[in-house]
């Protein structure tokens, strides 16, 4: 399966059940909102907890590779009308891959039917993930959970 994305040349498709240990390989490698697998267990993150999203049809979980390695993820509820998750391993950012995931996410929510989409990033506004969503026309609408804020998009009329 492959979804329009940023750059052309960057395939987005949709995870599959053998792209689990790479999920979590991406997401505990990140330098900024760096959580480690004890602490992601703690929030329900847990390879049966991603194995049971990948089964679950409000859910919409993506990747995309460089090469044969999947280099970046993006999840989204099609429950809630939020971004659960964007991850790209620190090596290879700045090449796109991240915004082919967030468009991918953005795309696969406002065909659900929502018109504003959310989701949740670290309070600290100098990070690059405030820089990025906001490039990508999403603005901060409040505080979250976890020390956190959301930020919301509009659909596109």
């Known amino acids: ?12 498709r949709a995870a599959t059940a053998a792209d689990i240990p790479a999920l979590f390989s ?7 909102n760096h959580l480690d697998l004890a602490r992601l267990a703690e929030r329900g993150v847990t390879p049966a907890s991603v194995a049971a999203m990948l089964d679950d049809t409000d859910a919409h979980v993506v990747v995309t590779e460089d090469g044969d390695a999947v280099v970046g993820f993006s999840m989204a509820d099609g429950r809630t009308g ?9 090596t290879v950012e700045g090449r796109g891959y991240g915004r082919a995931l967030l468009r991918a996410a953005e ?8 018109k504003t989409i959310r989701l949740q990033t670290g309070e600290e506004a100098y990070t690059r ?9 999403w603005t901060m609408a409040g505080v979250a959970d976890h020390g956190d804020v959301w930020y919301e998009k509009q659909r596109a009329v």
């Not at 399966?1 to 987005?12: D, T, Y």
């Not at 991406?26 to 900024?32: A, C, F, I």
């Not at 939020?82 to 620190?90: R, W």
């Not at 993930?129 to 026309?137: D, I, N, S, T, V």
Request: overall charge positive; aromatic content about 14%.
């Open 1 to 12: 399966m492959s979804e329009r994305s940023a750059r052309p040349h960057i395939q987005v």
């Open 26 to 32: 991406v997401r505990t490698s990140v330098r900024e």
């Open 82 to 90: 939020t971004v659960t998750a964007l991850f790209v391993d620190p």
């Open 107 to 114: 795309d696969w929510l406002f065909a659900a039917g929502w």
């Open 129 to 137: 993930a405030h820089r990025f969503y906001r490039a990508a026309g």
